[in-house]
């Protein structure tokens, strides 16, 4: 495309430009058949990832708050009731001052909207994350589709065999270096990692083969950010990257796993769960593994190991820095 950017074109369909850019970019798709045909790919893709879809809103329960002022009420109505005898027994003069029981009661009132009021916002920033991290996630689905559809194969980036892109962070570099997604994309809100790392960036596969020693350790268990991302399989004692069938149980990114966690789940969202992007390109959020929505674990393959899936059909995904085939297995006691 020499007119119009891929970026350009997604804000378009996402009813994110201007007026003035808008009307340019429906002027070039008049005058381009080629730039046309390239929207409606686009379009699908933006379809099938869910991003045309309006947010879901939940309404709260039925009668929530006459609940919770009869409540308030029900918990205050003895401290009222003798705070009143009191200052009718002492007269006026005192009735005009607020007593230790007067503070009392309002002090339980505190505490119980305190009660209701904090754990929800606790609750809403959680979903808030995870929907965050949903669509980073949606948007490396757009990109890793992308990159399949540039491939004769269909094959998504993984990694190699050997050699300084032999770690699974580095599917971030490849997208990244063919501009099918931005750096900032692979952070996770709900990740605690994310506030220790400052002015993020994914290095180029350039800068990666370029490195030696700590550096490219270092580049090798950052530059896949907050995600986990799918080994491929072997074949033959070969490695082989995953291609586009359109799955809708493979899974292809996740939030990271975690070697301190049980069963080497994320530690992403306080460990109480990850988001999962499936080849399909849909995202699901999955409380616990092993779990009934993910009949293979997504963290390691069929005979227990961090490793490359055994066949085409078993899906494994390693942090940024985790080799596709190590020679650790891993403890099984409980799985």
Not at 134 to 140: G, S, T, V
């Amino acid at each position: 495309m020499n007119q119009l950017s891929r970026e350009q074109m997604l804000g378009y369909l996402l009813g994110a430009l201007d007026s003035a850019d808008h009307e340019q970019v429906e002027t070039d798709l008049d005058h381009d058949p080629e730039l046309r045909a390239e929207l409606d790919r686009l379009s699908a893709c933006v379809r099938c990832l869910g991003l045309d879809e309006e947010p879901r809103h939940d309404e709260p329960p039925a009668g929530l708050v006459e609940r919770t002022c009869r409540f308030v009420a029900a918990q205050t109505e003895p401290l009222v009731t003798r705070s009143a005898a009191l200052s009718s027994y002492y007269g006026a003069e005192q009735q005009r001052r607020m007593t230790w029981y007067d503070m009392t009661t309002a002090a339980a009132v505190l505490v119980v909207a305190a009660s209701l009021f904090f754990p929800a916002v606790s609750f809403s920033r959680f979903q808030s994350q995870i929907a965050g991290c949903q669509n980073h996630l949606r948007l490396i689905g757009l990109g890793m589709h992308g990159f399949s559809d540039a491939q004769p194969d269909h094959s998504f980036p993984s990694p190699e065999q050997e050699g300084n892109r032999a770690a699974a962070g580095v599917v971030a570099s490849l997208l990244v270096a063919n501009q099918f997604a931005d750096s900032t994309a692979f952070l996770c809100p709900g990740s605690q990692e994310r506030r220790r790392v400052a002015n993020f960036r994914v290095p180029f596969p350039q800068e990666l083969d370029a490195a030696v020693g700590k550096e490219l350790t270092a580049m090798q268990h950052s530059m896949g950010g907050d995600f986990g991302y799918n080994f491929g399989y072997v074949v033959d004692g070969k490695l082989q990257p995953p291609c586009n069938s359109g799955r809708g149980q493979y899974v292809l990114v996740a939030d990271a796993p975690s070697n301190t966690q049980l069963h080497r789940v994320s530690s992403n969202h306080r460990g109480r769960g990850q988001n999962v992007l499936y080849e399909d390109g849909h995202v699901q959020f999955i409380l616990q593994i092993p779990s009934p929505h993910l009949p293979d674990d997504p963290y390691h393959n069929r005979e227990g190991w961090v490793s490359a899936g055994l066949d085409r059909e078993d899906a494994v995904l390693g942090a940024s820095g985790d080799h596709p085939l190590p020679i650790t297995l891993i403890n099984n006691s409980g799985r």
